[in-house]
């Protein structure tokens, strides 16, 4: 049973703190679960490496270990950001995949929207 949310990774809406004190009620109460999961629709927010690692390590001391899953990554899923050649989605994807692979916190990763009008990875042909 996973525990998940969204906008945590990115911190929108402040939602960062609401879910750790969630993770705590819920331990307290003893309700149990077996992961958290980080929906990461980052839609035209840029990757934070730095931040995302603080997020990520604070969820797992805080949890007292709990193992964390990225359970729908996406970025600039809507096509807000102009990018016609790609490269900027190609950074986007590659600082995110390192730096969450990175950690040893991070036990899987869930990649949401293959295609290019939901995610820009590939085409209606499955093409690159």
Do not use: C
Not at 4 to 13: A, K, S
Not at 41 to 52: I, K, N, Q
Not at 66 to 87: L, R, Y
Request: aromatic fraction near 14%.
């Amino acid at each position: 049973l996973f525990l998940n949310d969204y906008g945590i990774l990115d911190n929108r809406y402040n939602r960062f703190n609401m879910y750790l004190d969630q993770i705590r009620d819920l331990q307290e109460r003893g309700a149990p679960f077996d992961a958290i999961g980080l929906q990461s629709h980052l839609g035209a927010s840029r990757v934070d490496p730095e931040y995302f690692k603080y997020v990520v390590e604070t969820l797992h001391r805080e949890s007292g270990g709990v193992p964390i899953w990225i359970t729908e990554f996406d970025w600039n899923q809507k096509g807000v950001v102009s990018d016609p050649d790609d490269s900027i989605n190609a950074k986007q994807i590659e600082d995110f995949y390192r730096i969450m692979f990175s950690l040893p916190e991070i036990e899987g990763i869930v990649m949401w929207g293959f295609k290019k009008d939901n995610g820009s990875l590939v085409d209606d042909d499955i093409q690159p």
